[in-house]
């Protein structure tokens, strides 16, 4: 398994209307084929938001699916933190 420690680098293709596809068969029903699909996992630590991006594969935690133009080697995690406001 391979982490990367920085922003997803692939522009994140979603449903019309902006959100995550639910399932990945929804999102290969949108036209994309499994290597293009991506598990969404988010998570808030103290003020901080992370998000990963990983292997379709991935189902436990999962906030939903994205797709990109590029496709993955089935072994990548993108791992992302932004701050975020207390509330």
Not at 34 to 44: A, C, D, G, L, M
Not at 57 to 78: C, K, L, P, S
Request: net charge negative; glycine share 6%.
């Amino acid at each position: 398994m391979t982490d990367i420690y920085d922003n997803f680098p692939f522009d994140e293709l979603r449903t019309t209307t902006g959100d995550y596809y639910e399932s990945t068969h929804d999102a290969i029903k949108a036209g994309f084929v499994p290597t293009q699909i991506w598990s969404v996992i988010e998570s808030k630590c103290g003020n901080h938001r992370w998000v990963v991006h990983g292997p379709f594969t991935r189902v436990v935690g999962v906030q939903g699916y994205i797709a990109t133009t590029e496709r993955h080697d089935d072994n990548t995690y993108y791992h992302s933190v932004n701050e975020v406001e207390e509330s």
